[in-house]
């Protein structure tokens, strides 16, 4: 079985400051992706950026870029120049590439992020 | 860009009451899920969905929950005798065949009074 874990419960930063967010899973899958996933007040999961895990360079996504660090299964997600849009829930998540179907997503407890004016 | 949608946007049953939560995942994705967050929680897989049958359900997902896909776009959860603890957010996904990546709906608010 897969766990996630956020050890953020909140986070703020003011508005055009970096800020990053943390991840760690555990698995003994060798081949999976990862994602974040934001979570507005109005409560509708939008995909930010994922990540392959054979793939040894970081995605980035404009503004948002990983940190993936495969042997320590830590997946890190960076938000550069933070905007008031981005208050937001933020989940990572885990799902195993398999060749059979309908492999369940696994999601972290979330991180809270303010970005305060 | 096409968007998973469903419907209704919030719901208000009393418990014991059946209710039928529906989604039109996007056209051309095979693969189909359900997922709850009951407040201030994780969000939980239910079910997922492929070729017409269940693929795989988790430990939450009893008796009292059943899926369909009853014509070529809704795909459904029905919950037979809602409880008080079902009270949450339902999201159904999709993805297409070869991605991973699973596209979230909007999200149906089920109250149970």
């Known amino acids: 079985a897969q766990t996630v874990t956020q050890s953020q419960p909140e986070m703020s930063v003011q508005e055009a400051e970096t800020v990053t967010l943390s991840c760690t899973y555990d698995?003994?899958?060798?081949?999976?992706?990862l994602f974040w996933y934001k979570q507005p007040p109005s409560r509708q999961m939008i995909l930010v950026i994922r990540?392959?895990?054979?793939?040894?360079q970081n995605a980035t996504e404009n503004r948002f870029s990983v940190n993936f660090q495969k042997a320590a299964k830590s997946f890190s997600l960076k938000i550069s120049d933070s905007q008031l849009g981005d208050t937001a829930m933020y989940f990572c998540?885990?799902?195993?590439?398999?060749?059979?179907?309908?492999?369940?997503?696994?999601f972290g407890e979330g991180t809270q992020l303010t970005v305060n004016p | 860009e096409p968007e998973v949608t469903q419907t209704p946007s919030h719901q208000v049953t009393q418990m014991g009451q059946e209710v039928i939560l529906r989604c039109v995942p996007i056209?051309?994705?095979?693969?189909f899920y359900w997922y709850r967050q009951i407040l201030g929680q994780k969000v939980e897989f239910l079910v997922s969905?492929?070729?017409?049958?269940?693929?795989?359900k988790s430990e939450i997902f009893d008796d009292q929950f059943s899926v369909e896909r009853p014509d070529g776009s809704n795909f459904t959860l029905k919950i037979r005798s809602t409880k008080l603890e079902d009270s949450a957010m339902y999201f159904c996904?999709?993805?297409?065949?070869?991605?991973?990546?699973?596209?979230f709906g909007p999200g149906t608010r089920l109250l149970v009074l």
């Open positions: 056209s051309n994705h095979l693969y």
């Open positions: 998540a885990f799902i195993p590439r398999r060749q059979t179907s309908g492999s369940r997503l696994t």
């Open positions: 698995t003994s899958e060798s081949n999976y992706y």
């Open positions: 990540q392959e895990a054979y793939k040894q």
């Open positions: 996904a999709s993805r297409r065949e070869y991605q991973e990546t699973q596209y």
């Open positions: 969905f492929y070729n017409n049958e269940i693929s795989e």
